[in-house]
């Protein structure tokens, strides 16, 4: 029963560096989720995949890429990154619309 | 522009009291909408939803109240216990443009014993 499993839980970035954040369910869940958690400013959407071979931009996406590999995967990519994208990651997932979404624990990425 | 908002960043009540949490939205495509509580260094975790054909919904200590005319929601807890102690997200969700899960900036909830 591990839920939505985050990879890496921690990394620090020098300015311009590449990485990607993996994440994976085995909820068997069509829809999933990137947010970002900065203070003061709640959990915001940086991309979604409401099925397996969709992804759609979400209030904050400027600066980061998404693959949604199969219906269990679902990744983002940050090919410059910049100070400003220092925050925490989670991914999430749920089934269809009005049901609840799981989480992960989280990545902590800081960006020097 | 911010379609979900929680206007108090902090709250403190004493143990064994209610606390009342409070969350207004502004999209009227919203028809689901769900409390997350989040403790430090974890994911959230849902606690409660609503649906918009109901008025409230309830879970044991639980209560979510909708509004639907005033466009606002709001999470009561009874009684509350020191565990309760950690940020409360509000989130909602509908068809079409807001089919994507927007949430508030959070209300973090400090039960004192």
């Known amino acids: 029963n591990a839920g939505v499993t985050q990879t890496p839980k921690f990394q620090v970035l020098k300015t311009g560096q590449s990485m990607t954040l993996q994440c994976a369910q085995d909820m068997n869940h069509n829809s999933m989720y990137w947010y970002r958690q900065d203070p003061g400013m709640g959990l915001r959407l940086i991309y979604y995949s409401a099925s397996e071979g969709t992804t759609d931009k979400g209030e904050v996406p400027n600066g980061y890429n998404v693959s949604r590999l199969n219906k269990r995967e679902f990744s983002l990519r940050l090919e410059s990154a910049a100070p400003s994208q220092t925050s925490v990651y989670f991914c999430?997932?749920?089934?269809?619309?009005?049901?609840?979404?799981?989480f992960g624990q989280g990545t902590r990425l800081t960006v020097v | 522009d911010q379609q979900v908002k929680q206007n108090s960043p902090s709250l403190s009540v004493q143990e064994g009291r209610i606390s009342i949490l409070n969350c207004d939205y502004t999209n009227s495509m919203f028809d689901y909408f769900l409390w997350y509580k989040k403790y430090p260094a974890e994911g959230p975790t849902f606690l409660i939803s609503i649906s918009s054909i109901k008025d409230k919904n309830e879970d044991g200590r639980f209560t979510v109240f909708l509004n639907k005319s005033a466009k606002h929601l709001s999470l009561h807890i009874v009684p509350s216990q020191p565990g309760d102690s950690a940020v409360y997200f509000c989130?909602?969700?509908?068809?079409?443009?807001?089919?994507?899960?927007?949430f508030g900036s959070g209300t973090q909830l400090t039960v004192l014993p």
């Open positions: 989130a909602a969700k509908g068809l079409g443009s807001a089919r994507q899960l927007t």
């Open positions: 999430a997932s749920s089934e269809v619309a009005n049901t609840e979404a799981f």
